[in-house]
T-cell receptor
Framework: KAGVTQTPRYLIKTRGQQVTLSCSPISGHRSVSWYQQTPGQGLQFLFEYFSETQRNKGNFPGRFSGRQFSNSRSEMNVSTLELGDSALYLCASTLGGGRDRYTEAFFGQGTRLTVV | LAKTTQPISMDSYEGQEVNITCSHNNIATNDYITWYQQFPSQGPRFIIQGYKTKVTNEVASLFIPADRKSSTLSLPRVSLSDTAVYYC??????????????FGKGTRLHILP
């Protein structure tokens, strides 16, 4: 089956602009999580969506937002971009819905965002 | 989520067995132990998961002592392509739990020729 697809793979934006990233999870997976990865901070959890509802949120400012559609595809948006938002943004999909084991997460290739 | 502690970095040579230990003193009864591998500019990839004793798959083995306060990921006969960051995670496996997965700093494994 197809893996997790993130688009676009690379993006260059200017400070102050906004950006929308997209993630298509594995078919049948209902949970999508977003992460920001930078060399200094490592992998940081942004938020998790399940059945179109944000279920968990990390410690990021309100400029970072997301949503999930009825087909489980998810988008994240960053408004008023800052230089420090330059990072690899990863999304992960899991089955979701409370299983009887800690679920395996499948990650996409990520979107490399550069803010200039 | 239980806090985990693992070495920041390790070096080894091709053909050697590599063992990466993770400490999780506050592991809860329902927690599973999961390891992920990440190559540069790629998303993490699931390696192995276990609850107690030993788990083995085609990639690695996971050893968990009886008290479950630590675990060891064992990579047999490593090659240069095993150079990556390895993350140890401990999480709740109870029914209806959410899927929030938090990564620590990981162990940067460098395989030398």
């Amino acid at each position: 089956k197809a893996g997790v697809t993130q688009t676009p793979r690379y993006l260059i934006k200017t400070r102050g602009q906004q950006v929308t990233l997209s993630c298509s999870p594995i078919s049948g997976h209902r949970s999508v999580s977003w992460y920001q990865q930078t060399p200094g901070q490592g992998l940081q959890f942004l938020f998790e969506y399940f059945s179109e509802t944000q279920r968990n949120k990390g410690n990021f400012p309100g400029r970072f937002s997301g949503r999930q559609f009825s087909n489980s595809r998810s988008e994240m948006n960053v408004s008023t971009l800052e230089l420090g938002d330059s990072a690899l943004y990863l999304c992960a999909s899991t089955l979701g819905g409370g299983r009887d084991r800690y679920t395996e997460a499948f990650f996409g290739q990520g979107t490399r965002l550069t803010v200039v | 989520l239980a806090k985990t502690t693992q070495p920041i970095s390790m070096d080894s040579y091709e053909g050697q067995e590599v063992n990466i230990t993770c400490s999780h003193n506050n592991i809860a009864t329902n927690d599973y132990i999961t390891w992920y591998q990440q190559f540069p500019s790629q998303g993490p990839r699931f390696i192995i998961q276990g609850y107690k004793t030993k788990v083995t798959n085609e990639v690695a083995s996971l050893f968990i002592p009886a008290d479950r306060k630590s675990s060891t990921l064992s990579l047999p006969r490593v090659s240069l392509s095993d150079t990556a960051v390895y993350y140890c995670l401990v999480g709740d496996a109870a029914m209806n739990r959410d899927d929030k997965i938090i990564f620590g700093k990981g162990t940067r494994l460098h395989i030398l020729p």
